[in-house]
């Protein structure tokens, strides 16, 4: 089963911040945040990862809060092609203990 | 990111039939390679895992002998559907990553197969 929960649906305007929440308040101190989106009928895109601080790349920001519990991954300026669903996902970055067991994960629609 | 190719972006065959779907990793060795299967409106599900030149590690559920996986090169992993049934109509799809370094997993544009 999946370690993380995350809304079912949230809806954005375009060109506004879009904020996706994750619960994973049962992540291990050596366990890291990903987190992928999948566009309709395309494998998963990477977003980010994080362990503890928060990140940021061209795409996204990620904030963890300070126990680690949960976390929310902005996209500063959603556009229409930001439509998707988006997983939150943990697991060990180590070796044989990575693997990426996705949730139900949160259907973002931009809207005009 | 890194680019993980796989093919055919979708297949036809025929029940009874077998089917190989190739996963490459384009521009990094990829120790570790993941399939996984999605049915419609749900989530993707692992099926297994393979380390190159080493068995596949299969999930609960997940007939060895019906899904072959051979990953014998660092940049290419087959999934061979055996005896296709429509009820292996899926999308597959397949990940990988460069373990030695810890890199995220990258996914391929996945497979739609569609056994009649």
């Known amino acids: 089963d999946a370690k993380t929960t995350q809304p079912t649906s949230m809806d954005c305007a375009e060109g506004r911040a879009a904020n996706l929440p994750c619960n994973h308040s049962t992540i291990s101190g050596n366990e890291y945040v990903y987190w992928y989106r999948q566009i309709h009928s395309q494998g998963p895109q990477y977003i980010i990862h994080g362990l503890k601080n928060n990140e940021t790349n061209e795409m996204a920001s990620l904030i963890i809060t300070e126990d680690r519990k949960s976390s929310t991954l902005i996209l500063p300026h959603a556009t229409l092609r930001d439509t998707a669903v988006y997983y939150c996902i943990v697991s060990d970055s180590g070796g044989s203990n990575y693997k990426l067991t996705f949730g139900k994960g949160t259907l973002l629609t931009v809207n005009p | 990111g890194a680019v993980v190719s796989q093919h055919p972006s979708w297949v036809i065959c025929k029940s009874g039939t077998s089917v190989k779907i190739e996963c490459r990793s384009l521009?990094?060795?990829?120790?570790?390679m993941f399939w996984y299967r999605q049915f419609p409106k749900q989530s993707l599900m692992l099926m297994a895992t393979?380390?190159?030149?080493?068995?596949?590690?299969?999930e609960q559920g997940v007939e060895k002998d019906k899904f072959l996986i051979n990953h014998a090169s660092l940049t290419l992993s087959t999934l061979t559907v055996t005896s296709a049934h429509p009820e292996d109509s899926s999308f597959y799809i397949c990940?990988?990553?460069?373990?030695?370094?810890?890199?995220?997993?990258?996914f391929g544009q996945g497979t739609r197969l569609t056994v009649v």
């Open positions: 521009d990094f060795q990829a120790t570790t």
């Open positions: 990940s990988a990553r460069d373990a030695a370094v810890n890199t995220e997993a990258f």
């Open positions: 393979s380390n190159e030149g080493s068995k596949a590690t299969y």
